[in-house]
């Protein structure tokens, strides 16, 4: 079963900080996800990559396959960030579904 | 353009009651989940279906059985609700495996 650790937990910035969270994972996998959960609301998927980086808006994900290791980096932030963000990942072998993180609570203060 | 739609949203059982989660998706996707969120954990797969007319377990399936009614729908059961079943489910749907997964809103169900 692979193994998914986040960090930071829990992660308070100012506006317009550029924020980094990082993702950890056991076994080799197919995709990794981040997700964004807004308080009481529903899970919103922001990237889905396998190799490289990917750019959306203000979003930029990173992920490093050698080393098993992914990161959301998210630039010129705003209170509109402020959000659970999760990374999920999928694996190469038979089993479906996703493996998750739990999270990381980011608040961004204006 | 509804995406996955879950109800009920809110739910309060007394222990030993059975209900079932509705869940629905709009965009002809093969593969169906339910997922349940507690804290201080990750999400944790209940069941899937790859594909329409399959069903098969994940990582905590005891207390739950699930339906995959037709390509869009996938309901989940209690059969006898427990206070460990108290958590927030989540259903999701993609086309297939490594794919870009939708999540529903999620249903609060409160077992006391």
């Known amino acids: 079963k692979n193994e998914v650790e986040q960090s930071p937990q829990n992660l308070t910035a100012q506006e317009g900080e550029f924020i980094t969270i990082n993702c950890s994972y056991s076994?080799?996998?197919?995709?990794l996800h981040w997700l964004q959960q807004h308080p009481g609301g529903g899970i919103v998927s922001l990237f889905m990559l396998s190799s490289g980086k990917k750019k959306h808006g203000r979003l930029i994900a990173t992920i490093n396959i050698q080393e098993k290791h992914s990161s959301l980096h998210i630039t010129a932030s705003h209170p509109r960030d402020s959000a659970v963000y999760i990374c999920a990942v999928g694996s190469g072998g038979g089993a479906d579904g996703l493996t998750f993180g739990k999270g990381t609570h980011l608040i961004i203060q204006p | 353009n509804a995406g996955v739609t879950q109800t009920p949203k809110f739910q309060v059982l007394k222990t030993g009651q059975s209900m079932t989660l509705q869940c629905a998706q709009d965009?002809?996707?093969?593969?169906m989940y339910w997922y349940r969120q507690d804290p201080g954990m990750g999400l944790r797969l209940i069941y899937y279906s790859a594909s329409e007319g399959t069903t098969d377990k994940g990582e905590v399936p005891n207390g739950y059985n699930v339906s995959r009614l037709n390509k869009r729908e996938f309901s989940l059961r209690l059969e006898s609700a427990a206070p460990s079943q108290t958590s927030v489910y989540f259903c999701?749907?993609?086309?297939?495996?490594?794919?870009?997964?939708?999540f529903g809103q999620g249903t609060r169900l409160t077992v006391v």
């Open positions: 076994v080799g996998i197919s995709a």
């Open positions: 999701a749907s993609t086309w297939g495996r490594n794919t870009e997964a939708f």
């Open positions: 965009m002809n996707h093969n593969s």
